[in-house]
């Protein structure tokens, strides 16, 4: 689905966004400090102080900016892309566990989600469940028989409540059970669309 173009939002990636105001920070760091340097022994010789000054604070400023840049890129930017693309395989039908270099404990928790999102997706329902739970409406209707003297006509809309849910269930088993005959003889099932 395209949106209009009035709706477009243009987003910046967290390590251009990390840069951005990492610099500024640096840049907004130097001139506080060689103000206050300036304000508290004003320098008789003004070339000499920006000099001795400016170029110290510049070259940490930009070791700090450059640390700050390459630590969002390891550990954000790199493993927050490699999650995505997992997800979109997810989306278009490659259910399969997530396997990367984890280094930082939110990212883990990511990839721990993810793969035991991946987990129930690929456990394998139980072939009997329908039947299972057939047996257990069966036994619901007989405790159910057994004290309708106690309960007297408040129990028949129960009663007819739990005969629709057993006939929806057995509609439910036979499709399963059509279903897997069509397999065998290899007529192509489609979910139906409603």
């Not at 129990?155 to 065998?184: F, W």
Request: hydrophobic share 45%; charged share 25%; aromatic share 6%.
């Amino acid at each position: 689905m395209t949106l209009p173009f009035c709706m477009r939002h243009r987003y910046h990636s967290i390590s251009r966004a990390a840069a951005v105001r990492s610099l500024l920070a640096v840049v907004i760091g130097m001139m506080v400090y060689t103000a206050a340097e300036y304000l508290v022994e004003p320098p008789t010789d003004l070339f000499a102080f920006l000099l001795h000054h400016v170029v110290h604070v510049a070259i940490i400023g930009i070791a700090v900016w450059l640390t700050s840049w390459k630590v969002v890129q390891r550990f954000v930017t790199k493993p927050a892309r490699h999650v995505f693309i997992h997800l979109h395989r997810m989306a278009s039908g490659r259910i399969d566990y997530l396997d990367m270099k984890v280094e930082t404990d939110e990212i883990n928790d990511v990839v721990g989600s993810i793969n035991r999102l991946v987990g129930k997706l690929r456990r394998e329902a139980d072939p009997d469940a329908v039947s299972h739970v057939l047996d257990k409406l069966r036994m619901l209707r007989l405790e159910l028989r057994g004290i309708t003297g106690k309960i007297g006509d408040d129990g028949v809309p129960v009663m007819k409540s739990l005969t629709q849910l057993e006939e929806e269930m057995l509609g439910m088993l036979h499709h399963e059970d059509d279903l897997k005959a069509m397999q065998l003889t290899g007529v192509e099932t489609h979910p139906q669309q409603s």
